[in-house]
Structure formats: structure tokens, C-alpha cells
């Protein structure tokens, strides 16, 4: 009697166990931060891979249930029952067998049929024609930058886009491999140094005007409020409305709502904010490689550009600093004694005489003259490596983040402009970045030069860009289109191998920057090429970069 009790006992353990893995696991990963509605469901390619997860969850869960199912009918009904007792030998089923390996094979076959499906829909970048806009994401240790080759190669921060557009994304890196990821809208792919992979989107921003009614008018309702989540998130985010000021409330910030609030520097256009991180490990600073998605309309996108351009869009130099500078000098500016120096009570900070050399730190990093070889600070010794930003942000942002290093903390400097950075910047021989890019210059006048230019060149390449007998074609090169770094390096530098293997001679070094930005912006605009114009400032900064 005792016996039976027990096997009793045991068998309902077996049974609330095996209710307890196969139903509760399961729902517990509903509770984890990233899961639920909001993953990948703001752009049609997200949607379509949404669903795509969403089949295979189903499917996965159902074999789960299947399998652990007939495990658990297994172990109960041929389970030893007492300690003489012989179960009965199971030998094998031939039907069942042949049953379930053509039932695996069908659903292998399904699965494989609707994922290509849903790769081909996301993955394959629509025709030139269908593309509203091109972006280069850049990736380097720790931060993101967005170049527009349509916008005078204007570069910012974070990505910003029209709404209900088709955006092409050509995504490289500066020095290690990083991988841009946007989980609202389906968008991961690596970044790698030295190659440029593609990816595309169409995010829904503000308002999708190709929803129906009663589902248009549940999304406004939805984006135009801060929404918290039922869940880990919200649990650490008591108020949501709070200045993004901390790595925390940044994250829980872009995790938690996706309507552009006040605490947002595009607060004052209508658009709907996105979360974009880095998820490859890519250094210490990776854990602060977040940058936001804008998805604007038309008319607020087209605003953006202008403000951009003409220096209206004021730069936070503290959101500056705390994403660029407090990995190293700490979110107090109080630095690691021994390794990264202290910027609060330093001369560099306090005294006004020495505005122009804390400008040069923040441009150079360690190449600045006040930083060669071991520095003393305080009493400490410091030798590390400090990287410099000088490519990376503009004269505006320059100026924002050393004023905000100049007046925070009890430091008592007087504030720098941009003009002040821009003549810092001149005077170290370093090409100009004022902010929105380089000045416009008419489109048909660098074409007009362009033309003239490219004569010399149509004896290789063709008067129609369409070169035979081994020279490269320039209609539609994918160098030309989308790397105009290699089409710099390749004109300055001469053959180049893998990119242009036709090239005899470096006929770009003796062009000025203004004859090179005529000649590629003709080729970039000509023979149905559909690139962008590149302007005398940007091919300065880029001869800089790659001239041996």
C-alpha cells in the first residue's frame, strides 16, 4: 500500500513539473524587455519578419508540446512499477517512424519556403527608382554616424529619415566590425571596416496612411502618447517623463516610448521616434552605442535638412558628452586616476587662457600639443590614449561639448562659439566642418565643370561611362554610387586593385577639392547614375583622410 502511495505521489510530481516547463517557461518570455508588440512592427519588411517569428514561435511551441507530451506519456505508462518487474521491450514502429519523418520534412519544407519568402521581401533592395533616400550609417568605437550623400554629405548623429519613404542603408565601419540594429523596424546588419553591406526600410512614422481606419486611428492614439510597458521596463521606470539626462534613463527612454517628447531634440517636428543600437561586441564603450531613429513627415524632414544646414538645431553638449566623453572622464567629469585625467578643477577648464588648447584636445585627442607623451594632472601621471573627433563632430557640436565641460561641475571657464572652433580648426591645418556639412554650391555649376573635366577621362571610360576592353564602367558602379571615400582614394591614390583595377595613374592628386568635387559629382549624376552631389569641403576632409 505504502508502494503505491508513493508511485503516486511520484507520478503527480512528474505530471506538475512537466505542466510547469512546458506551459509556464514559455510565458515568462513575454515578461523580458524587448518582447511583445512593439518588436519589428513599424516598418512593412519588420512586420513581415515579425510574422515570420511569430509562425515559427507557434510551430516550435506546438513540437515542444508534442514531443515533451509523448515523453511524459512514455515515462508514465512504461515505467518500471516495482522493483521485479520487467517493462515490456519496444522494438520500434515502422509506420510511426516513416510518419514522423515525412511530417518533419513538411514542416521543414513550409518553414524553408515562407523564410525565404520573407528574406527576399527584406533583404532585396528595391530599384534605384523606388528609393526616396540614401544614408551611409558609419559605426566606430563607441558611437554611430549618418552621412547624406543627397544632402551635401551633411553627417549627424542619429539616423533621421522621412516617413513612409523607401531608405536605403549602406553600413560600414571606421575600425572594428559593429552591427547596426533597429529592433521597431527590422533593421540588423553588420558593420564591417572596408566594405559596405545593405539593408532597407520604410518606416511608418507619425501616421501610416495605408492602414485602415479603425487600425490608423488605434496607432495615432498609441504614438502620440509616452507608452509604458507592463513589464521589466516600466517596473524601472517609475517616471517616464523625466529628463534623459543617465545611461539608465536614456535606455529606458528609447525602451519605453516611441513618441518624441520634450526630453527629445526633435521635439519640435512631427515624427515618431525609434531605438538603434550597436549589437556587436565591439570595445568597453559598446554598452553606450544607442542612437535614435527619426521618422518624420515630409514637411518636418525637409524643415530638419534646412536647420541642419544653416546651423538653427542647437547641439546638447551635455547628451553630447555623456554619449562620447563620460566612458572614459566619467558622467562627473571626475575621470580614473591613472588611466583617464579629471576634467573638473584642471587649468584647461578654469583658465580662459587656454580655451584654444582645450579645443585642440577635443579635436586631436592625443595628437594635441599639450597632450604629447606622459601629462601631469593634479599630481597624477596620465598617458593613455585619448581618440579624436575632429572627422567625427562638427565646429556646433565641438563647441556645445566644451562649453558644457567648461561650466559643469563647479568649473569656472568662460563659454567658446563655434566661429572659435572653426578658427582652431584652421589654424591645425584641419580641414572645415561647420555645421549641416559644407556650403552649397549650385548643382549645374560643379556639373558644367564636371563635364569639362571628365573629357580627359572618356578615352578610357567612355563619353557614356560605359568603358570596355578591361577599364571599369562608371554607369553604374556601385564604388562611384555608394563609397565616395574610394572614389577620392581612388583618384588621389592612383590603381587600386580591388575597387577600380583600371586606374594607371593618380590624375585626382594635382585637381584642387573643388575640380575632384565637380568631376565625381558628374560621374556620381550622369549615364542614369542616381548619386548624390559631393562638395569641395567634404573632399577636403576625405583627401585628408586617404592621400598616401
Not at 515502422?94 to 514542416?107: D, N, R, S
Not at 561586441?281 to 518624420?296: D, Q, S
Request: charged share 20%.
Amino acid at each position: 500500500m505504502g508502494v503505491m502511495t508513493s508511485y503516486k505521489i511520484e507520478r503527480r510530481a512528474i505530471l506538475l513539473v512537466a505542466v510547469f516547463l512546458v506551459l509556464a517557461v514559455p510565458t515568462l518570455a513575454f515578461a523580458v524587455p524587448g518582447s511583445g508588440e512593439f518588436i519589428s512592427n513599424y516598418a512593412p519588411g519588420g512586420r513581415s519578419v515579425t510574422e515570420l517569428y511569430n509562425i515559427l514561435a507557434k510551430i516550435c511551441l506546438a513540437i515542444l508540446l508534442l514531443v515533451e507530451g509523448l515523453l511524459l506519456v512514455a515515462i508514465i505508462k512504461f515505467r518500471r512499477k516495482s522493483a521485479d518487474e520487467r517493462p515490456v521491450q519496444t522494438h520500434g514502429n515502422l509506420k510511426l517512424e516513416i510518419g514522423w519523418t515525412l511530417a518533419a520534412a513538411v514542416v521543414q519544407v513550409y518553414i524553408g519556403v515562407i523564410t525565404i519568402n520573407v528574406m527576399t521581401e527584406v533583404e532585396v533592395i528595391p530599384e534605384p527608382e523606388n528609393i526616396g533616400i540614401t544614408v551611409e550609417a558609419i559605426a566606430y568605437q563607441w558611437g554611430w554616424q549618418f552621412r547624406y550623400p543627397d544632402y551635401n554629405g551633411m553627417l549627424t548623429d542619429d539616423l533621421v529619415v522621412p516617413a513612409h519613404t523607401n531608405v536605403k542603408l549602406e553600413i560600414t565601419s571606421r575600425d572594428v566590425i559593429h552591427s547596426i540594429f533597429i529592433p521597431e523596424l527590422g533593421v540588423k546588419m553588420d558593420a564591417v571596416p572596408g566594405r559596405f553591406n545593405l539593408w532597407w526600410f520604410n518606416a511608418d512614422g507619425p501616421v501610416n496612411q495605408v492602414l485602415a481606419e479603425g487600425e490608423r486611428a488605434s496607432r495615432v492614439e498609441k504614438e502620440r502618447k509616452v507608452t509604458t510597458r507592463p513589464d521589466i521596463v516600466s517596473f524601472f521606470n517609475p517616471r517616464p517623463d523625466r529628463d534623459v539626462t543617465g545611461l539608465e534613463d536614456r535606455v529606458t527612454y528609447l525602451a519605453a516610448s516611441r513618441t518624441v517628447e520634450d526630453v527629445s531634440p526633435y521635439a519640435k517636428y512631427d515624427a515618431v521616434e525609434y531605438r538603434g543600437m550597436c549589437t556587436e561586441i565591439c570595445g568597453k564603450g559598446h554598452y553606450n552605442m544607442y542612437f535614435r531613429t527619426v521618422a518624420m513627415t515630409q514637411t518636418s524632414f525637409d524643415q530638419w535638412v534646412k536647420d541642419q544646414q544653416t546651423g538653427s538645431t542647437e547641439a546638447d553638449g551635455g547628451a553630447i558628452y555623456q554619449q562620447k566623453c563620460a566612458s572614459c572622464h566619467g558622467a562627473d567629469g571626475a575621470g580614473v586616476p591613472g588611466s583617464f585625467p579629471p576634467l573638473v578643477n584642471v587649468p584647461w577648464t578654469n583658465d580662459d587662457t587656454m580655451k584654444d588648447a582645450h579645443i585642440e584636445v577635443v579635436l586631436k585627442g592625443s595628437e594635441a600639443s599639450t597632450l604629447q607623451g606622459p601629462t601631469e594632472v593634479n599630481g597624477v601621471v596620465y598617458n593613455s590614449v585619448m581618440q579624436p573627433w575632429h572627422d567625427t563632430m562638427n565646429d556646433v557640436e565641438i563647441a556645445a561639448v566644451v562649453n558644457h565641460e567648461r561650466i559643469s561641475w563647479g568649473n569656472k571657464g568662460t563659454e567658446v562659439s563655434a566661429e572659435d572652433v572653426a578658427r582652431v580648426r584652421a589654424s591645425l591645418g584641419l580641414p572645415p566642418f561647420p555645421a549641416g556639412g559644407a556650403e552649397p554650391i549650385p548643382e549645374s555649376e560643379l556639373l558644367a565643370e564636371g563635364e569639362n573635366l571628365y573629357a580627359a577621362c572618356a578615352s578610357c571610360h567612355g563619353a557614356d561611362g560605359k568603358a570596355m576592353n578591361g577599364v571599369p564602367s562608371l554607369a553604374g558602379n556601385t564604388t562611384v554610387l555608394s563609397d565616395v571615400k574610394g572614389t577620392v582614394a581612388s583618384l588621389v591614390n592612383g590603381q587600386d586593385k580591388e575597387q577600380w583595377p583600371g586606374v594607371k595613374s593618380p590624375m585626382g592628386r594635382s585637381m584642387t577639392d573643388r575640380q575632384l568635387s565637380a568631376l565625381i559629382t558628374y560621374m556620381r549624376k550622369s549615364w542614369g547614375n542616381e548619386g548624390g552631389v559631393v562638395l569641395p569641403d567634404e573632399i577636403q576632409r576625405l583627401r585628408n583622410e586617404v592621400q598616401k
